[in-house]
């Protein structure tokens, strides 16, 4: 399953495929971002992080795509859980501001994995 | 031994009355954020703190005065509360030279 950002908020997957979330990032000089997991209740938290120099990441069956040329990021998810029904966020960082400088939240998109 | 521990989880408050939102961190980090999530979760930073000195504080009405009283807390001090002021608030926090927040689990405020 995938969704296109602010447009779908919402993702249905079945559990066991694997599930593509995207995200229409607003600033070309942003460079560094990064994807956040928020479960019900509970805060974000890290899942991956992509600087500019590089296109791909790869974690713990997470993959971080940037795509700089039409500003898009995306997050794949492999062999989706229901543990990972939740709010997925990416957020950017504009060049040249500190560590410690804004991070810039996109809207979010609710993942629901049917059992 | 929470991370990022914030209290309360939940507090619903009258319009008008001055309310406070605790935040400490026992990782060591040297910056301190707060952030509001509205209704529909849309994060958005309103201050941060390094090393006890304000660095960032967005478009946020006076009526917010955050305070730092050593580099491992953050509290929210709201007075004059509002029905707009309703949200989940989140405390955070990150290391030195590093992008990643350590956030909190929420305060979740109700003005009624």
């Known amino acids: 399953g995938e969704s296109v950002g602010l447009h779908l908020p919402t993702l249905s997957v079945q559990e066991g495929d694997n599930s593509i979330i995207n995200c229409a990032y607003s600033?070309?000089?942003?460079?560094?971002f990064i994807w956040y997991k928020q479960e019900s209740g509970k805060g974000p938290q890290f899942i991956i992080d992509i600087r500019s120099n590089m296109d791909k990441r790869q974690g713990q069956r997470v993959t971080v795509l940037l795509n700089k040329t039409v500003k898009h990021l995306s997050l794949q998810i492999a062999a989706t859980q229901p543990g990972d029904s939740a709010v997925y966020f990416c957020a950017e960082k504009k060049e040249g501001s500190s560590n410690t400088g804004k991070l810039i939240f996109g809207q979010g998109t609710t993942l629901q994995v049917k059992p | 031994d929470t991370a990022v521990s914030q209290t309360p989880k939940y507090l619903v408050t009258q319009m008008g009355n001055d309310k406070s939102i605790k935040c400490e961190q026992n990782?060591?980090?040297?910056?301190m954020y707060w952030y509001k999530q509205d209704s529909k979760k849309f994060l958005k930073i309103m201050f941060s703190?390094?090393?006890?000195?304000?660095?960032i504080n967005e478009t946020v009405p006076n009526r917010f005065s955050p305070k730092s009283p050593d580099k491992a807390h953050l509290n929210l001090h709201i007075n004059s509360l509002e029905l707009g002021d309703s949200a989940v608030y989140f405390c955070?926090?990150?290391?030195?030279?590093?992008?990643?927040?350590?956030f909190g689990s929420g305060t979740r405020l109700t003005v009624v």
């Open positions: 990782l060591g980090h040297d910056t």
């Open positions: 955070a926090s990150s290391q030195a030279h590093r992008e990643n927040r350590f």
């Open positions: 600033n070309s000089a942003s460079d560094y």
């Open positions: 703190y390094n090393n006890k000195e304000l660095i």
